[in-house]
């Protein structure tokens, strides 16, 4: 099988598929982040085009709708008919189905495969894929797609796996920025970061997500598992999701203002709990966050 996108995400999720000893083909735009994994035993392909070649199976993970969209074009082209392409980007709707009419054209079968997790649960093991497409199509890759991730939701036969992604990612959003202003509140008033973030992971708002980001914060890193601008970019998806769905989200619109706060404020590249950085300098300021 092959992997086209070796970002935070891709790597994580390569390594665990040559750990798992499934012969991998690798592409990446840079093509030093695919030379590492040849030493831990993947082949490493010049071109999307190159890859599809020698391959049945394409992941790809890549940032956004014009990475995926320029790259599943490329794979389609170049496909034999009856490849399978599976994408696990955070893509628009739009764009999938774009994306799922070429595929159907040229006889590729396509599965949306968002998933939820960061590369952390990619590498122990637990992470989760929305899926929807055909189900014959998941039936044919589905020993790859639980060799990554073992919890597997499959949401329907079209773009359904898209929105079930943007509706989740919009709530991790919304999460670290209520656990930003927890602590923000604390460590203002007293209270030690460690203490607040104890009594936080085994309280009822304890969810997974808080026990993710309790060691990096606890160690003052804010090196990205998932960029703010990323970020940022999903919930411009929800956005525009909303819109196409004729329904208003006043804590997405809030989100989409306080992320950009964020990245005007140089996080851009950082870890998107640098929400709680910029509250903090915000609130030190007096800058209100809008
Ligand atoms: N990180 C997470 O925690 C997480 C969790 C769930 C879902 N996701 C989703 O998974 C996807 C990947 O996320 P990530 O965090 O791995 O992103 P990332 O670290 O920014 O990696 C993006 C990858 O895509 C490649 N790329 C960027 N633009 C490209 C283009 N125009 N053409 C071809 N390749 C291109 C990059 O190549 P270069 O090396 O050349 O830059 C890089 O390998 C995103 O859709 C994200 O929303 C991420």
Redesign the pocket.
């Known amino acids: 099988m092959g992997l086209i996108?070796?970002?935070?995400?891709?790597t994580a999720i390569a390594e665990r598929l040559l750990d798992a000893g499934f012969p991998l083909v690798v592409n990446?735009?840079?093509p030093e982040?695919a030379e590492v994994l040849e030493a831990r035993g993947a082949v490493v392909a010049t071109t999307p085009e190159d890859l599809v070649g020698q391959v049945d199976v394409v992941l790809t993970?890549?940032?956004?709708d014009?990475?995926f969209e320029?790259?599943a074009e490329r794979v389609v082209s170049a496909a034999r008919p009856g490849t399978v392409l599976v994408d696990?980007?955070?893509?628009s709707p739009a764009v999938s189905a774009r994306v799922a009419s070429l595929a159907e054209a040229a006889s590729v079968d396509y599965l949306r495969a968002?998933?939820?997790?960061?590369?952390t649960v990619v590498r122990a093991g637990t992470l989760s894929f929305i899926v929807s497409g055909p189900r014959k199509t998941f039936e044919r890759v589905e020993p790859v797609v639980r060799a990554i991730g073992p919890t597997v939701h499959h949401v329907g036969d079209g773009e359904q796996a898209r929105i079930v992604k943007l509706a989740i990612n919009s709530m991790i959003a919304a999460l670290a920025q209520a656990m930003s202003e927890a602590l923000v509140l604390a460590e203002a008033a007293g209270v030690s970061r460690a203490a607040l973030l104890e009594v936080m992971g085994s309280s009822a708002a304890g969810a997974p997500f808080v026990k993710y980001k309790t060691e990096p914060l606890l160690r003052d890193d804010f090196s990205a598992?998932?960029?703010t601008a990323?970020m940022e970019?999903?919930i411009d998806l929800v956005l525009d999701a909303a819109d196409e769905a004729g329904v208003v989200l006043p804590l997405a619109r809030q989100m989409k203002a306080l992320l950009r706060a964020t990245i005007e404020a140089g996080y851009a590249d950082d870890d998107f709990m640098a929400l709680y950085l910029h509250l903090r300098s915000a609130s030190a300021t007096e800058e209100a966050v809008r």
């Open positions: 996108g070796l970002g935070n995400m891709g990446n735009r840079t982040k993970s890549l940032p956004d014009e990475a320029a790259v696990m980007s955070t893509v968002p998933v939820s997790g960061n590369p598992t998932f960029t990323l970019k999903d």
